[in-house]
């Protein structure tokens, strides 16, 4: 590609072209366009290109040198010299008006924060909810249905749903693992579970409408539905999830497998009672399926959709917990009749998926059983550091909180014990003793007693050990403090 | 994972549990949850996994067995037999509403489709727009960056803005070729332009707000719109791009560049009367600068976001036509006051940006110059094949349209010199002889007379020839029949 300069508007000011040229890039160093150490073009390049002489540009050069603005080195070019940049002058940046939707995204804190520790000089523990590392993904394998894909084709051949292979295999493994009965015509691929369940939100709930949504509960969900302009009310979660009631909605957000963040798991009475309920106020139920493909202990629990008999169950399911970091896919089990308004309302932002090489590896994968076995060795492996964090925290610190341990997962909920105060009071130590984890504040639309999310996958034994130690010492320090 | 079975609802009805695992598995069959030749697990799996006995578990299987409903084969176990899936008995799929922005999206056309035809016996001619051929893309350079990147980290480190390292290379690629002046932070990483144009139409755009289209025009962008609610208002073209207007509106969409399809490249002075009535409206302008990477002629253009000095003009550009066909990229340039609010709205949907992978492996590609060097190859190649195109129309059918050849782009647009009838009897003509072309009807906001995008660049000039070569057959077939 060649220099670009805004040589049209230099002609209409200047009478001679290289007066023209040589003010564009003059210009173009003073604005930082042309930064300092920057090669300019030969001045046959720029002679051909704008058309000029290149005894014209040679003289232009000669200007830029004389001024200081460039330096040339025999044998090796010019070479733009100082840093000349100065600031636009005077003109205004316009106030541009948002749309209501736009005004009501733009309060949402949606994006994602890392939490920054100021102690450097320890190894920090971090109990924050992380993907495995990479060490435990079977790469070897991963990369050969990659480059079995790779070979095989270039061009695009799926719509907005994503890769029908993979749709097929996801179908399969419903089957299978859970019990559902979905045809892959009824799977539609998603970048992550969020953007399903945000376009989903968009396509049900008009604004003002009254939704149903856990609490605690994801905050992803009540951004989607805030975004929309719909109204969050909260619906309490006890030890056996969320509490039925005859709520005056259409649209109802749940996590019956493994309520996030308590871990509660559904009853049946609770499930068939919500089914009724949506069956006589015509609702649709979302029901979000995050983690629990990672199950190590009891029954396999019974997602709701196998029970859904009106079809008016929205099954969503992630891979973004299961594969490599930089892997993201998510997917919808839909009703028939939403099928066409959900792809219609994905063709809108990505008429062709992105990632579908990864798509078509994920299917390979799936179908040469690399995943299921995965999948097994992840959950041993899970299973093991969830007994051995629950074993340490009543050995070394029993008084703190009182946990709520699960079959399945990736954290454990656990409620303080203590004031609010001297809650914040051992989250400042914990973070100077070099500990983190996730408050479970965020979680709470109406706030609650102070709870945590301790993730332990990611973690090796000793660093559990360690980190619990840490939090023993933080507990005995912020304890200590009030007599 | 072990074979799910809904084992509670069973015991529910059933008063031993053998009878309810009977049941369940009967059901499982009959559904085609189970289906032919599936293997059951054997007898102390399912014993192991629901606390049965594995007696109990080995009277069931007999009691299918001698049902009917599976088969053993000593040594390998136990196999579902027939096929005796059963319709799910009268229960009524729930009809479900949808918001108003569900109803409007569901009836836009958004989703992408490709022309079948009927022809099998002779190699088709296509003339649509095509991504360029495998060949010409350096693979392997693009591997070494796809395998350096993996090497270096596994983790997320990016917001919803996407990967650092290529919003630095993109400010840099846009400085040097098109005289930019854009800092990293003001762009934002998309999965191809279109979801930064529904982005930013949702953004910026009320409900029964009036916005500005060309016309023709992308009709990817009047979805867009049409999904907000607003009201697209058709502005007309002439070669000399957008006729502009002191339109009653806030909102423009425009491809200065190259004018998409027609290819006309926008006046100076218009560009200036655009911001000027952007100015004195308090509106946006976004520029569509979708396919100008390939410029073999003429000067290099202007992006109308050059001039722009009150950050009214947004820039979205794409890589999507750049790169191999799974790759999908686009971005955008914003003035700095709607960076936040994007990145909300982007988070939403994709709180971690999908393909970071590819991302930081094209920051690899662009640093590493075999992005540029890819552009110039591909560049020189399709300016070639876009002078063979024009000479073999000019020479072979120089009646039926009136060009209108540019300097850059992948698609020539031309306007048909017959009747509306007359064409119609062309095209099907031309599907008959095995040639394929982009009818540019559906790129008419208001009807106008009929046109053709023909895509060129993804052709050998063999190829090309003997496509022109069917046109002109057509030609002469539906011109004759008039007789």
């Known amino acids: 590609m060649e220099l670009w300069l805004p040589l049209d508007s230099y002609e209409h000011q200047h009478r001679y072209k290289y007066t023209a040229l040589y003010h564009a890039l003059r210009d173009a160093i003073h604005a930082g366009t042309l930064v300092e150490g920057t090669r300019l073009p030969s001045t046959r390049e720029l002679a051909s290109q704008y058309d000029m002489s290149r005894g014209s540009v040679a003289q232009v050069y000669d200007m830029l040198l004389a001024d200081g603005y460039v330096e040339a080195h025999r044998g090796r070019g010019t070479f733009v010299k100082g840093a000349f940049r ?249 009703p028939p009749g939403l099928v066409q308004p959900l792809l219609a309302a994905k063709a809108l932002y990505e008429p062709v998926p992105p990632a579908l090489l990864e798509q078509r590896a994920l299917a390979k994968f799936m179908s040469r059983g690399g995943y299921l076995r995965h999948l097994r060795r992840l959950t041993r492996l899970y299973g093991e550091r969830h007994a051995f964090f629950v074993q340490e925290m009543v050995h070394q610190l029993p008084e703190a909180f009182t946990m709520q341990p699960g079959d399945a997962g990736l954290h454990i909920y656990a409620t303080w014990n203590g004031s609010p105060d001297g809650f914040l009071k051992f989250k400042t130590i914990a973070k100077e003793e070099g500990v983190l984890f996730r408050d479970a504040e965020r979680y709470q639309l109406i706030p609650g007693p102070p709870a945590v999310c301790f993730g332990f996958a990611h973690l090796e034994k000793e660093e559990i050990k360690e980190g619990i130690r840490r939090l023993r010492l933080a507990w005995e320090k912020s304890t200590f403090s009030f007599h």
């Not at 520790?117 to 590392?133: E, K, L, T």
């Not at 749940?254 to 009853?267: D, E, M, N």
């Not at 029901?287 to 169950?313: A, N």
Request: aromatic fraction near 8%.
């Open 86 to 334: 100065i600031e636009a002058q005077g003109e205004q940046e316009a106030v541009i008006q948002l749309s209501p939707w736009g005004e009501r995204v733009s309060r949402l804190d949606t994006q994602k924060r890392t939490e920054s520790v100021s102690v450097q000089d320890r190894h920090i523990i971090d109990f924050h909810v992380h993907r495995m590392p990479a060490g435990h993904f079977p790469t070897s394998e991963w990369k050969s249905a990659l480059a079995a894909v790779h070979r095989s084709d270039w061009r695009e051949q799926s719509g907005a749903a994503g890769d029908p292979e993979l749709r097929e295999a996801i179908a399969s493994h419903l089957r299978w693992t859970r019990g559902i009965q979905a045809d892959a015509s009824q799977i539609v691929l998603f970048s992550g579970s969020m953007q399903g369940i945000t376009l989903l939100a968009q396509l049900l709930i008009p604004e003002g409408a009254q939704v149903i949504l856990e609490n605690p509960g994801y905050q992803g969900i009540a951004h989607a539905v805030n975004a929309c302009g719909g109204r969050a009310v909260p619906a309490a979660v006890d030890s056996q999830g969320i509490i039925p009631e005859d709520w005056n909605a259409q649209t109802l957000f749940v996590t019956p497998t493994r309520q996030f963040p308590t871990g509660a798991v559904l009853g049946l009475d609770r499930r068939k009672t919500l089914l009724a309920w949506a069956s006589k106020r015509n609702a649709v139920i979302i029901e979000d399926d995050y983690d629990s493909e990672f199950r190590w202990g009891g029954r396999p629990i019974e997602p709701l959709k196998v029970l859904d008999r009106e079809q008016r169950v929205i099954y969503v399911g992630s891979f973004s917990q299961t594969m490599i970091a930089s892997f993201r896919l998510g997917y919808a089990v839909l």
